[in-house]
C-alpha cells in the first residue's frame, strides 16, 4: 500500500482520532434513522417529533465532522505512516490493511453520498444506504480480529491502539 510503515507504534493523536471517529460512526449507525425519517416528513408535510428533530440535526452535524476528522487523519496516516502488521501471517495481514482502507473509503464515501441525498439528489441515497451495512460488516469482522490478536496471538496489536508509543519509536 501507499503507506510503508515509517513507525513502531500510533502517536496520540492517531489514537484520539481512531476512537473518537470509532464511536461518531457508531452513533451514526444507530441514530441515522432519524434522518430519514426528518426527510419523509419534509417531503410528506408531516410533522416531526423533537427527539427527531434533533437526532437528524445531530445526524448532519456528527457526519460531517467524520468527514473532516477523517481527511486528517488520512494526512496524519500519509506522512507518519502506521505499524507493520504484527503478524507473520502474509494473508492475514493484507486482509488488516485492506480493511483499514476500506474504512478509509467509507468514511469519505458516507458523509459525502449524505451530504448529496439531502442537498437534493436522492439517487444518492441507495449509495448511502450500502455504506450503512457495509460499516456494519467491516467493524464486526475488524472489533473480532482485534480481540483475536489480544486474547488469541496476545500480539500487543490492541494495547498499541490503546497506548501511545514513546516518541523516539515513532
Ligand atoms: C460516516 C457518516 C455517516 C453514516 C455512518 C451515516 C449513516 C446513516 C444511516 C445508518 C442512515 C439510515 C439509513 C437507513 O436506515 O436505511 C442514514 C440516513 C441518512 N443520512 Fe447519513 N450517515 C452519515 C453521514 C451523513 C451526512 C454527513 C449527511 C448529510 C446531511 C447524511 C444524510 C443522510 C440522509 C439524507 C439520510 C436519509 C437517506 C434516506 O432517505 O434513505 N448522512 N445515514
Ligand atoms: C467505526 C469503528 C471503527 C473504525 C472506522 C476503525 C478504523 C480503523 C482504521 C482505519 C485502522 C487503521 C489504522 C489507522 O489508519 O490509524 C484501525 C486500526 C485499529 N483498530 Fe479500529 N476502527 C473502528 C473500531 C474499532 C474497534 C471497536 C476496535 C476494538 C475492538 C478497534 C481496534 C483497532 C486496532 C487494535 C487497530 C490497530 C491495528 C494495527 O495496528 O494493525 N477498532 N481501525
Known amino acids: 500500500m501507499a503507506t510503508a510503515a515509517k513507525t513502531n507504534g500510533y502517536a496520540p493523536i492517531q489514537i484520539g482520532l481512531h476512537w473518537l471517529i470509532a464511536a461518531l460512526v457508531i452513533f451514526q449507525l444507530v441514530f ?27 445526524h448532519y452535524w456528527v457526519g460531517s465532522s467524520i468527514l473532516v476528522l477523517a481527511i486528517l487523519r488520512l494526512v496524519i496516516r500519509l506522512r507518519s505512516g502506521v505499524p507493520a502488521p504484527s503478524e507473520g501471517n502474509k494473508i492475514l495481514a493484507l486482509a488488516g490493511r485492506a ?21 437534493g439528489n436522492p439517487g444518492f441515497a441507495s449509495v448511502h444506504r450500502l455504506t ?5 460488516v467491516l467493524i464486526a469482522l475488524h472489533a473480532v480480529a ?8 496476545r500480539d500487543g496489536t490492541l494495547k498499541r491502539m490503546l497506548v501511545p508509543a514513546k516518541p523516539s519509536d515513532r
Open 32 to 58: 441515522g434513522q432519524s434522518m430519514q425519517t426528518a426527510i419523509h416528513a419534509a417531503q410528506d408535510g408531516t410533522a416531526l417529533g423533537v427527539t427527531d428533530a434533533i437526532l437528524a440535526t445531530g
Open 99 to 119: 480493511t483499514h482502507w476500506l474504512f478509509y473509503v467509507l468514511l469519505v464515501v458516507a458523509p459525502v453520498s449524505g451530504l448529496l441525498t439531502f442537498y
Open 146 to 153: 482485534a480481540l483475536f490478536h489480544h486474547f488469541v496471538l
Open 132 to 136: 450503512r451495512s457495509a460499516f456494519i
